[in-house]
Nanobody
Framework: QVQLVESGGGLVQPGGSLRLSCAASGFTLDRYAIGWFRQAPGKEREGVSCISSSGGNRYYADSVKGRFTIARDNAKNTVYLQMNSLKPEDTGVYVC?????????WGQGTQVTVSS
């Protein structure tokens, strides 16, 4: 059974940092790219970052470039999203995603709130 479990969200002041984790099970993580998405209230879900199966290729949305870093530890079956210099517009529910044989799997998400 494929499962993705996010953690690490919370309330942080502008300029602060958080590290999100996406723990994977039920499939061989090192064979698949993993993506992070977020959804703010009243907005559509948007892609934030993704990382290739080996970790050699990484993508970032323009809005987070230079502030967020994605990484993976295949031995721990976990993908991380380090978020620095957080802004109020980074607020939302962050979810991780894997696509296996044309099927998208999503975690339940973790709430990130950036506010003073």
């Amino acid at each position: 059974q494929v499962q993705l479990v996010e953690s690490g969200g919370g309330l942080v002041q502008p300029g602060g940092s958080l590290r999100l984790s996406c723990a994977a099970s039920g499939f061989t993580l090192d064979r698949y790219a993993i993506g992070w998405f977020r959804q703010a209230p009243g907005k559509e879900r948007e892609g934030v970052s993704c990382i290739s199966s080996s970790g050699g290729n990484r993508y970032y949305a323009d809005s987070v470039k230079g502030r967020f870093t994605i990484a993976r530890d295949n031995a721990k079956n976990t993908v991380y999203l380090q978020m620095n210099s957080l802004k109020p517009e980074d607020t939302g529910v962050y979810v991780c995603n894997v696509r296996l044989i044309s099927v998208n799997y999503w975690g339940q998400g973790t709430q990130v709130t950036v506010s003073s």
